[in-house]
T-cell receptor, first 113, second 109 residues
Framework: NAGVTQTPKFQVLKTGQSMTLQCAQD?????MYWYRQDPGMGLRLIYY???????DKGEVPNGYNVSRLNKREFSLRLESAAPSQTSVYFC????????????FGEGSRLTVL | GENVEQHPSTLSVQEGDSAVIKCTYS??????FPWYKQELGKGPQLIIDIRSNVGEKKDQRIAVTLNKTAKHFSLHITETQPEDSAVYFC????????FGKGTLLTVNP
């Protein structure tokens, strides 16, 4: 069982470039999330999808878009990357909504120059 | 929205000692409080959680206590071991989960 798989693990972008972070889970979970982790800031929710076909903004959604492609996959897109988006990004999933265990991927480290 | 404060930001203990990490929350409607452990280079992993209808929960060397009146909850690790060294995050949830900023725990052999 792979759990939550994120790609790529590392990426370097120039300011203004676009990219998509991919996330897939094989646990048949309904809910999926994207977080960013910055030193001293903890984990901040960017977007989440409570169920297939729905997406909602989290705490820090500006500069990002998401797509819940199907029940397994939830992608995060940076349309025009900025240095402030340099961070480690984590995808997570849970059986449903928030009052249950989140299963995290191993993270994607993004550097924007 | 919910605001979760976590203290201390760093904690260093000797192997075998106990470690305590404290969190406070602002939303009285929050009813679920998980604790996650993050080892270097990995994603966070749930280690214990507690719901608002319970005051204390234990799992071997770890325990969590919840005081709803004061809106604070704590993680207790007894007989610490070097493998307990990690970053620990608390969370508070009433549908949306908000994390504290994390505590770097170092257990010195």
């Amino acid at each position: 069982n792979a759990g939550v798989t994120q790609t790529p693990k590392f990426q370097v972008l120039k300011t203004g470039q676009s990219m998509t972070l991919q996330c897939a889970q094989d646990m048949n979970h309904n809910s999926m999330y994207w977080y960013r982790q910055d030193p001293g800031m903890g984990l901040r929710l960017i977007y989440y999808s409570a169920s297939e076909g729905t997406t909602d903004k989290g705490e820090v959604p500006n500069g990002y878009n998401v797509s819940r492609l199907n029940k397994r996959e939830f992608s995060l897109r940076l349309e025009s990357a900025a240095p402030s988006q340099t961070s480690v990004y984590f995808c997570a999933s849970s059986l449903d909504s928030y009052t249950g265990e989140l299963f995290f991927g191993e993270g994607s480290r993004l550097t924007v120059l | 929205g919910e605001n979760v404060e976590q203290h201390p930001s760093t904690l260093s203990v000797q192997e075998g000692d106990s470690a305590v990490i404290k969190c406070t929350y602002s939303d009285s409607a929050s009813n679920y409080f998980p604790w996650y452990k993050q080892e270097l280079g990995k994603g966070p992993q749930l280690i214990i959680d507690i719901r608002s209808n319970v005051g204390e929960k234990k799992d071997q060397r770890i325990a969590v206590t919840l005081n709803k009146t004061a809106k604070h909850f704590s993680l207790h690790i007894t007989e610490t071991q070097p493998e307990d060294s990690a970053v620990y995050f608390c969370g508070g949830s009433n549908y949306k989960l908000t994390f504290g900023k994390g505590t770097l725990l170092t257990v010195n052999p």
